[in-house]
């Protein structure tokens, strides 16, 4: 209950940024998922409550548009690169290697909460190449295995055994 609230109070706080938003629906939303790091169910039933737009409505835009994001991300924000570097290196291996080792399609989250991923442009570290990306820090000349090793390490990190070291 108190999640709950606290999350209208923030949608709230956002909304007032808008005198009008019917007409800045995408930059309402951008706003909200800005704080929220995805769109909460509870956030666009909050924003058709206050602004009296259709929560279909909202839902209809959100699922528009791929820089809207309805899930909750996981805790490690997986960035695969397939700029073209990493294209030309096999980048495709490695997503197919976090999709394996996580168990979840592309923006989807793992059901404990841990992964997410992304397929995304450049990361600036084409010399690495192929490179993923995970909150910030970058793995470069990944293949199969490597994937599965930081993946595995990260989740042993979390259950508090061995491989808590993210170097690479
Ligand atoms: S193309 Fe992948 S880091 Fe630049």
Known sequence: MELLVDLQQKTSATLQKYPEPKDA??????????VFGYLPEDALRC????????ASQLTGVASFYAQFRMEKPGKYQIMVCMGTA????KGERVADAVREFTGVEEGETTPDGLFSWEEVACLGCCSLSPVMMINGTAYG???????KKIINDLRNAEKGGEGACVCS
Not at 25 to 34: A, G, M, P
Not at 86 to 89: A, D, K, S, T, Y
Not at 141 to 147: A, E, F, I, R
């Open 25 to 34: 629906l995408i930059s309402v939303l951008q706003d909200v998922q800005e």
């Open 47 to 54: 924003i058709a409550a206050e602004t009296g737009i259709a």
């Open 86 to 89: 990493c294209h030309v290196n």
């Open 141 to 147: 000349k990944l293949d199969k295995d490597k994937v």
